[in-house]
Nanobody
């Protein structure tokens, strides 16, 4: 059974930073591309960033490029999202997903950017 557990969210002021983590189990983590997606209140799921199975290739939505960094540790079966220079419109629940299968997402972690 695929299990993804997100953590690291919280309340931060604009311009601040947070580091999200996603612990994976139930599948061979190192074989899969992984993604972060987010969902603002009342909106749909939006793709944020992807990382290849090896970690060598990364991709970002235009809205977060230059501010967010995705990374992974295959030995620890953990996915990360370093978020810097946060803006109010980054406020959302953040989920990690395996490949682009949104059904694999966990419970999510709330990120609130507010002064």
């Amino acid at each position: 059974e695929v299990q993804l557990v997100e953590s690291g969210g919280g309340l931060v002021q604009p311009g601040g930073s947070l580091r999200l983590s996603c612990d994976a189990s139930g599948f061979t983590f190192s074989r899969y591309e992984m993604n972060w997606v987010r969902q603002a209140l009342g909106k749909g799921l939006v793709w944020v960033s992807s990382i290849s199975s090896s970690g060598r290739s990364t991709y970002y939505a235009e809205s977060v490029k230059g501010r967010f960094t995705i990374a992974r540790d295959n030995a620890k079966k953990t996915l990360y999202l370093q978020m810097d220079n946060l803006r109010t419109d980054d406020t959302a629940v953040y989920y990690c997903v395996r490949s682009m299968d949104y059904e694999t997402r966990g419970q999510g972690t709330q990120v609130t950017v507010s002064s």
